[in-house]
């Protein structure tokens, strides 16, 4: 009973909206993500972080679609520095249906799926926000280990506008690869 007990309390803490985010309205999904141009490398620019990838570096996210429609994720990065550890965490993506693609659950483990909104994606499929309605997670990612600043800049904007607070983001450190 004392896990099962501490089991949801871990639950209600790790998925808590605070007051901020029920004063905002939810986040609007882009209206439609083409799943096999959205596959591949994603590297992450900018992000509010969980707790995993708090001191991450080189940060990757690596999409992969499956047969059945699913996709599997596969995130790496260096911990704490560009010679770091290497961690990495797998999970799927569940795609929910009538969404256009845009709006998944991820679940890196069972039985909890976190919301991914697809918030804004560049026409060429190059730069991409990935929200939360609770606007406690957040991740600016790119094609490239760099972009632009202006881009960068565009982004944040962006992001600002969905609600975030902005004293929360973090620029992810990345080198190009060798």
Known sequence: MRILTTFLLACLMLFNVNTFAR??????PVAHVDLPRFMGDWYVIATIPTRFEKNAYNAVEVYTLRP???????????????DGER?????????KPGTGNAVWGVQVFWPLKAQYIVAWLKDDYSQVIVARDARDYMWVMARTPTIAQADYDALLARVQALGYPM??????PQQARQ
Do not use: Q, W, Y
């Open 23 to 28: 004063e905002l309205p939810p986040i609007t």
């Open 68 to 82: 059945d429609g699913n996709v599997a994720t596969s995130f790496h990065f260096r911990n704490g520095s560009f």
């Open 87 to 95: 961690k990495e965490i797998h999970s799927t993506g569940f795609v």
């Open 167 to 172: 004293d929360k983001v973090r620029k992810v």
